[in-house]
């Protein structure tokens, strides 16, 4: 596609339940980061993919984060037993190379109840 | 640690006004500095970038940046604001694999 795709756009969770974002990078590009966008905050980097090999993981905030992409292209981030501090918009990137060229998703609003 | 600080959080200005927003960086190495803004309900898009050479970078719809190594500064200008320049403006550094972002600035241009 022409962009970053994600979704869901809104996802209310109950505290506890488990949530999967999707993110459908630019066909071709090799790099995938997430990011996770607090109310007030800049984005602060989760994690990032060179094609289906996860390289950094150093931004996940605990162990109930995890993240993949088992083909190369579409990643899933996993959330279990949401908490309400989870509550953020959830950015995903990608961009031919490791470099900063990227192109943002619209994100994934995710509000934990 | 790498780090990016922007010192205003909300700026109102009134159309044809002339805009200034801080951003000061702390980094050990190399420095790519970035302006991204965010309309809102939408994406990330990048305004400009800095990687060196030519420390005035001019970037998209008349926003420049000035990356003034001795104040470790990246500040965005613009001569003159208009209302479609609303929005949130973050700047931001990379480094490895990642991007450090600023807090944001809220801007609204009053018509």
């Known amino acids: 596609g022409a962009g970053v795709s994600q979704s869901p756009r809104y996802k209310v969770a109950k505290r506890g339940q488990d949530v999967a974002l999707r993110c459908d990078p630019i066909?071709?590009?090799?790099?995938l980061f997430w990011y996770q966008q607090a109310l007030g905050q800049g984005p602060e980097f989760l994690t990032y993919?060179?094609?289906?090999?996860?390289?950094?993981k150093s931004g996940l905030p605990s162990d109930r984060f995890f993240a993949e992409r088992p083909e190369g292209s579409v990643s899933t981030l996993k959330i279990q037993r949401t908490q309400q501090e989870d509550s953020a918009v959830y950015l995903c990137?990608?961009?031919?190379?490791?470099?900063?060229?990227?192109?943002f998703g619209s994100g994934t609003r995710l509000t934990v109840v | 640690a790498q780090s990016v600080s922007q010192h205003n959080h909300h700026v109102i200005l009134s159309e044809a006004a002339s805009l200034e927003l801080g951003c000061n960086y702390s980094?050990?190495?190399?420095?790519?500095l970035f302006w991204y803004v965010q309309y809102p309900g939408q994406h990330l898009q990048l305004l400009l970038k800095?990687?060196?050479?030519?420390?005035l970078v001019k970037g998209i719809k008349g926003f420049e940046a000035e990356f003034i190594k001795s104040k470790f500064s990246f500040n965005l200008r613009k001569p003159s604001v208009q209302w479609s320049d609303t929005a949130e403006y973050f700047c931001?550094?990379?480094?490895?694999?990642?991007?450090?972002f600023g807090t944001g600035t809220s801007l609204t241009v009053i018509p």
């Open positions: 990137a990608s961009s031919l190379g490791a470099g900063p060229g990227y192109t």
């Open positions: 066909s071709g590009h090799v790099s």
């Open positions: 993919f060179q094609n289906e090999a996860q390289l950094d």
């Open positions: 980094y050990g190495g190399t420095v790519n």
């Open positions: 800095y990687f060196s050479g030519d420390p």
């Open positions: 931001a550094g990379h480094t490895g694999n990642q991007f450090y």
